[in-house]
């Protein structure tokens, strides 16, 4: 945040507001992806999970989740907030467990499942699918 955006920002035309940036990772990125983006929605509009966590899996802290706590606040910092999985991967029973967690908070989040395990045939899915969803008004 302090040297990505700033970069981008100082080099290229981009729109400067957090509905013209959003962030997606796979994998553990997409754990960072989910820590960041809860940790700081003003800067973010738009987050993407692919083949990952919202909470960490091993030990960790979990703070960045409590915006969880407030549906309301959630739903108006995010307008895409976007998790997949493919249907294969050796982690899915962790996204099940957070699928879970998504309904006890009640707050929306856009799931998706893919044929596949945890590998590149699902994240270029994964991409294809959530791409389009950005930036849209």
Not at 22 to 32: D, I, R
Not at 70 to 84: G, I, L, T
Not at 100 to 111: A, I, N, Q, T, Y
Request: proline share 4%; hydrophobic share 45%.
């Amino acid at each position: 945040m302090n040297v990505l955006i700033p970069f981008i920002e100082s080099r290229y035309p981009v729109l400067t507001d957090k509905w013209h940036r959003a962030m997606a990772g796979l994998s553990m990125g997409s754990y960072q992806t989910s820590l960041v983006t809860l940790t700081h929605p003003e800067l973010f509009g738009y987050a993407g999970l692919f083949s990952g966590f919202l909470r960490a899996i091993r030990e960790g802290d979990n703070g960045h989740l409590a915006l969880l706590d407030d549906k309301e606040k959630f739903q108006a910092a995010f307008r895409v907030f976007y998790r997949a999985m493919g249907t294969e991967d050796q982690f899915f029973n962790i996204f099940l467990a957070e699928d879970d967690l998504v309904k006890e908070k009640g707050v929306s989040m856009l799931r998706r499942t893919f044929p596949g395990g945890h590998d590149w045939g699902v994240w270029r899915r994964c991409i294809h699918d959530f791409l389009p969803m950005l930036f849209q008004e």
